[in-house]
């Protein structure tokens, strides 16, 4: 855990030999990593500003481990998760992946072409279990394809592997001649899973992958997961806006506001003790399902910032009820303020938020 | 149910889509009441008809979908009027829905015209509606646009007087879900319907608009029927729950009953699925054991019975009745009942 590094330079030069790395280090280091999208105006397409999206995020994931990525829409943890998975390139910074091989190549700088071999290592389960199957293919064919791109060319052999894929989720290998319609969210998230373990993957980015489901299905999956991952020893990066479903799945969690991470701690110390206004808020947001107890109090006025203008000093400031003159004028570097637990807030360790 | 005359009254609804491949019956026989000022909860999973007895209240239930059976019976200054009886394009039903029932949708981007500004769209409403504001004579534009000014100062947005010609487009979730508040109470309605106000926003937009909801109740004393699939949402905004299965109640009470003493098998499974803030992280949630049925194939007897923990035979043979199970709570469940009834 030390060896995130909470104040990023400039992103050093292409290390894909990181000689201090190659001895065991964390499975996935990402390390002050940014994306901007252009905003463009008129004819001729002028950039006349940026969005920075993600603007500067450091965390480590270790292996066997779930990190749980959880903001508020708009935070960047969808597009954090997508330059990890190099769905979009990077504007800078580094994401140091460990393979199988026990090479660390750093996955924002890497060519195409050798990052084809890295991706059976690194798979995503969707949010929509409706958009991310093709409807004109069997579950055979959606849940084969992945071995068929890495070199399962034999089709009874794939057959084989997608039968146990299935049996390994809880569905019936005789489905794999049906087609998604066929099939309920739940069952559609199940496939989406398959699908995703196929190529025996070591690091599994999941986006939201429980939100469009109803509760008791939501429950079904989050136990598969957790079974999965202790019986296939998967790493997750979890990504979701809901609270306790973060905090059920995590070991780790990184909160995100703006583009920036606030706050990073084992799950327990967070919810003990969050260290960052802003987590401290966002908790106190998720409505009880309990009636005896009354939620709502302190709530977080104003709304999140554009990430195209955000506020000067701390992004948080304009909301935050801890806010000082000196909060308006320094941003807030991300610093351990207890073992394996940090906090972008000049206030962490001091106050009780 | 209780002594006070309900300001509407929902008996043995009953809606069905008539499609190629079969019948949907979406909503199978609901019943229940709302009080004059009470907010009612109503909570169920997706496909468990409580959108569509929503939209059958209104009628705005759309082909091939009808009111089959049943009475929706809405009371007025004048007497009591069965809604499913009116036409929906009728003159009464026109004055009723957005006058005396207003609606706050899912998703306010698509409920608002992306080419009138916000507060053109209010004016029109308040301006179709002008007697519940001023009886005897019809409202000016000026007057109306002086309204929509005061509900948007109502609802917490800021500089109302220039926001009223903004776009929808040109307004952030939190603020548009704030107008589409404004709206629905730009008529003074009697009966406001929410349903999933909050889902499509985030969590601290949500504890906002949550509370702008509370405040509002409180303050106009209108009635509120919540609908959502968030527990905690419910448990926070109901005073009464009413939860629904497959186009039926299963159980209904006051909201500390339903979420401490639930008594249908339903309810209790519902409860112990969901991850809280406080129990134990990484181990297997309890489940309801497999999957909702496909609307075509709708299990006989109680709807819920493939699914029990607790299933007996008689749950496939016969629907169950509702019956009392504690003060003002009723559960249409056979462990509730007598083994002689049938």
Known sequence: ?353 | MTAIDPLLSVRDLRVSFALDEGLVRAVDGTSFDVLSGQVLGVVGESGCGKSVTMRAILQLVERPGRITHGAIRFRRDDGIVDLAQLEPRGAAMREIRGGEIALIPQEPMAAFSPVHTVGEQIIEAILLHSHRWQAGRALSRREARDITVGLFRDVGISMPEQRVDAYSWQLSGGLRQRAMIAMALSCKPRLLIADEPTTAIDVTTQAQVLALLRDLQARYDTAIIFITHDLGVIAQMASYVVVMYLGRVMEEGPVDDIFHAPKHPYTQALLRSIPSLHGKTRVALPVISGALPHPFNRPTGCPFHPRCPDAMDRCSAAVPKPMPVAANQLASCFLHHDEAEP
């Open chain 1, 1 to 353: 855990m030390s060896d995130v590094l909470p104040d990023r330079g400039p992103p050093g030069p292409l290390t894909t030999h990181d000689a201090s790395l190659e001895a065991r280090g964390p499975l996935l280091e990402v390390r002050g990593l940014r994306k901007f999208f252009p905003i463009t105006r008129g004819f001729l397409q002028r950039t006349v500003g940026h969005v920075r999206a993600v603007d500067g995020v450091d965390f480590t994931v270790e292996e066997g481990e779930t990190l749980g990525l959880v903001g508020e829409s708009g935070c960047g943890k969808t597009t954090a998760s997508r330059c990890i998975l190099r769905a979009i390139d990077p504007t800078g910074g580094q994401i140091l992946y460990r393979t199988r091989a026990g090479r660390v190549v750093d996955l924002a700088n890497l060519p195409q072409a050798e990052l084809l071999p890295l991706r059976a290592e690194i798979q995503m389960i969707f949010q929509d279990p409706f958009g991310s199957l093709n409807p004109r293919m069997t579950l055979l064919d959606n849940v084969g394809e992945p071995l068929l791109v890495n070199g399962m060319k034999n089709r009874r052999e794939r057959a084989d592997r997608v039968a146990e894929l299935l049996r390994l989720v809880g569905l019936r290998p005789e489905f794999m001649h049906r087609f998604p319609h066929a099939f309920s969210g739940g069952q559609r998230q199940r496939i989406g899973i398959a699908r995703a373990l196929a190529t025996n993957p070591r690091l599994v980015v999941a986006d939201e992958p429980v939100s469009a489901l109803d509760v008791s299905i939501q429950a079904q999956v989050l136990n598969l997961l957790l079974e999965l991952q202790a019986r296939l020893k998967l790493t997750f990066l979890f990504v979701a806006h809901d609270l306790s479903v973060v905090r059920h799945i995590s070991d780790r969690i990184a909160v995100m506001y703006v583009g920036q991470l606030v706050e990073l701690a084992p799950t327990d110390a967070l919810f003990r003790q969050p260290q960052h206004p802003y987590t401290a808020a966002l908790m106190r947001a998720v409505p009880a399902a309990d009636p005896r107890v009354k939620s709502g109090d302190g709530i977080l006025g104003g709304e999140v910032p554009s990430p195209a203008d955000p506020p000067s000093g701390c992004y948080f400031h304009p909301r935050c009820r801890h806010a000082e003159a000196r909060c308006k004028a320094e941003a807030p570097a991300l610093r351990e303020v207890a073992p394996g637990h940090f906090s972008r807030c000049h206030f962490a360790g001091e106050r009780v938020f």
